[in-house]
Antibody
Framework: QVQLQESGPGLVKPSQTLSLTCTVS??????????WSWIRQHPGKGLEWIGY???????YYNPSLKSRVTISVDTSKNQFSLKLSSVTAADTAVYYC?????????????WGQGTLVTVSS | QSALTQPPSVSGSPGQSVTISCTGT?????????VSWYQQPPGTAPKLMIY???NRPSGVPDRFSGSKSGNTASLIISGLQAEDEADYYC??????????FGGGTKLTVL
């Protein structure tokens, strides 16, 4: 059973960079067939896709966030990470990592529990 | 990319059926069968309920079904149960190789 777990600071100051890591267990990121995704949810709002990465390092980002987002992968640690620069209060959200079945359905079949990141001074 | 369009809310009584629509464009829903539906009870992570328009993952009750016509996909929940009360989101693959979500629909079981 694949499991994902987000980790990182719960509080980030405005203008700084938000950094989160997702640790995958029960399966290898390097096995292929899946993109590893970041999604966020503003308080009381809907889901917003941030971007995803393949184990090879290939990435795709939401055009609205592309200028501030970097997603990277560390296959040796079975982890992938999110960096969002120049954050403002509008980036306060619950951040989820998830596995996307890129080979067949583009469905997000396994999700982390989510981590709340608050942007405040 | 613009979010897919879902009704903000739907409701139904136990035992009834409800349909949640998800309207996109020819660059996403209309061009790919890579449409998924997620259920999110309050305070929990989303759960995959439907993939590839109409397929159910193992463990999802067959009361949940999906379909697509043109640029609009639909989630149908039959035999409503109190436990179905949650937010529901659709998603689609896009021609830019990205994903896009719908705005979400709150299902109330009366």
């Amino acid at each position: 059973q694949v499991q994902l777990q987000e980790s990182g600071p719960g509080l980030v100051k405005p203008s700084q960079t938000l950094s989160l890591t997702c640790t995958v267990s029960g399966g290898s990121i390097s096995s292929g067939g899946y993109y590893w995704s970041w999604i966020r949810q503003h308080p009381g709002k809907g889901l917003e896709w941030i971007g995803y990465i393949y184990y090879s390092g290939s990435t795709y980002y939401n055009p609205s966030l592309k200028s501030r987002v970097t997603i990277s992968v560390d296959t040796s640690k079975n982890q992938f990470s999110l960096k969002l620069s120049s954050v403002t209060a509008a980036d306060t959200a619950v951040y989820y990592c998830a596995r996307e079945d890129s080979q067949y359905s583009s469905s997000l079949d396994y999700w982390g529990q989510g981590t709340l990141v608050t942007v405040s001074s | 990319q613009s979010a897919l369009t879902q009704p903000p809310s739907v409701s139904g009584s136990p035992g009834q059926s409800v349909t949640i629509s998800c309207t996109g464009t020819s660059s996403d829903v209309g061009s790919y069968n890579r449409v998924s539906w997620y259920q999110q009870p309050p305070g929990t992570a989303p759960k995959l309920m439907i993939y590839e328009v109409s397929n159910r993952p193992s463990g999802v009750p067959d009361r949940f079904s999906g379909s697509k016509s043109g640029n609009t996909a639909s989630l149908i929940i039959s035999g409503l149960q109190a436990e179905d009360e949650a937010d529901y989101y659709c998603s689609s693959y896009t021609s830019s190789s990205t994903l896009v979500f719908g705005g979400g629909t709150k299902l109330t079981v009366l």
